[in-house]
């Protein structure tokens, strides 16, 4: 056998030098993809519960939404006790103003006491048949209505005590219908004071 050369020795260690520096780099690399798969796996892992959380907190804005709109359509919505409280103001302003029941009533009243009341009865008595009579017919229809006015506005502002817990009455309900109540308070009593003959009475026939 021949005797290896210096530049064959060098050739030789360098090979196995390269080849040693691969394998260090092979292990490397191997030890290296543990690492990066575990990383890899560690984001996912984030991104599942990032979407589980979102998802949870839609459930729950969902579920918020459902429960209000079950509350809205189970409990009262004040439509019916506003809507009370509206004619409870029409009542009374009715009572005040006239109607047309009124005036036909009293238009009847008239012509019965012209039919009932002969020409030769007295002054006194014809005003009374024909006027006071008539008069005495609107001022009961008048409290009438005063009436109504002022039992639909207490029936209202007295409803929430008899409704769910934990519901208040709107305040524009509450403000009309003490409306409601007042027109009424004044219109029953003007009603009863021209009734008696207290307010307006008929003149003096002497």
Avoid: C, H
Avoid at 8 to 19: F, K, L, V
Avoid at 71 to 80: H, I, K, L, R
Avoid at 153 to 162: E, H, I, M
Wanted: glycine share 12%; aromatic share 4%.
């Amino acid at each position: 056998m021949g005797t290896k050369t210096a530049d064959e020795t060098g050739a030789e260690t360098g090979a196995e030098a390269t080849t040693d520096e691969e394998k260090v780099s092979v292990t490397k690399s191997a030890d290296d993809v543990p690492e990066a798969a575990a990383a890899d796996g560690a984001d996912t892992g984030l991104v599942a519960e990032n979407a589980d959380d979102t998802e949870n907190a839609e459930d729950l804005e969902g579920d918020a939404e459902l429960a209000g709109d079950l509350a809205e359509s189970e409990g009262p919505t004040g439509v019916g006790q506003g809507a009370a409280a509206v004619v409870s103001v029409a009542l009374g302003l009715v009572s005040l103003t006239g109607g047309w029941i009124g005036t036909v009533a009293a238009a009847r009243e008239t012509l019965v006491g012209q039919l009932q009341t002969s020409s030769t009865a007295s002054v006194a008595k014809q005003v009374k048949e024909v006027y006071g009579d008539a008069w005495a017919t609107t001022a009961l229809w008048a409290g009438l209505f005063a009436l109504a006015a002022l039992v639909t506005g207490v029936v209202v502002l007295a409803r929430p005590a008899f409704g769910a817990p934990g519901r208040p009455q709107a305040p524009w309900i509450k403000s009309v219908a003490w409306a409601g109540v007042a027109l009424g308070v004044i219109g029953l009593l003007l009603a009863v004071l021209k009734y008696s003959d207290a307010l307006l009475g008929l003149p003096s026939t002497s």
